[in-house]
Nanobody, 126 residues
Framework: QVQLVESGGGLVQAGGSLRLSCAAS????????MGWFHQAPGKEREFVAA????????YYADSVKGRFTVSRDNAKNTVYLQMNSLKAEDTAVYYC???????????????????WGQGTQVTVSS
C-alpha cells in the first residue's frame, strides 16, 4: 500500500506556471510507476503525464507536450509536475497516481493505477 498527497495547486493567470508535488509514503516508492491525471467538471479523468520507476522515461498527453514536465526524486519519495504556459483549458483537479509494485509498465488509462491522492485544484484564469 502507498499513500499519496498532492500539493501546489492554486489560481494562476493564463501563461503562468505552477509546480505540483506528490509525496508518497508506505511502500518502496521506486517500485511504482507514477502518473498525473486531471479531471474537469463533467468530464472523465484524463491522462496528463507519467514517469517510469527510475525517472529515465517520461510520457505526456499531446495537449501538454512542451509545456509540462514530470520528474521524480526517489530519495524524497516525491513526484513533481512542472506546468508552464498554462491555459484556461488546463483548469481541473489534478491527481497523482501510482501503479505497481509488480507491474512496472506505464499506462495512459486511469483504471490501471491502483493508488490515488486526494487531488489538488488548478484554476487558470484567462
Amino acid at each position: 500500500q502507498v499513500q499519496l498527497v498532492e500539493s501546489g495547486g492554486g489560481l494562476v493567470q493564463a501563461g503562468g506556471s505552477l509546480r505540483l508535488s506528490c509525496a508518497a509514503s508506505g511502500r518502496t516508492f521506486s517500485n511504482y510507476v507514477m502518473g498525473w491525471f486531471h479531471q474537469a467538471p463533467g468530464k472523465e479523468r484524463e491522462f496528463v503525464a507519467a514517469i517510469n520507476w527510475s525517472g529515465s522515461t517520461t510520457y505526456y498527453a499531446d495537449s501538454v507536450k512542451g509545456r509540462f514536465t514530470v520528474s521524480r526524486d526517489n530519495a524524497k519519495n516525491t513526484v513533481y509536475l512542472q506546468m508552464n504556459s498554462l491555459k484556461a483549458e488546463d483548469t481541473a483537479v489534478y491527481y497523482c497516481a501510482a501503479r505497481g509494485p509488480v507491474v512496472r509498465t506505464v499506462s495512459y488509462y486511469y483504471r490501471d493505477y491502483g493508488y490515488w491522492g486526494q487531488g489538488t485544484q488548478v484554476t487558470v484564469s484567462s
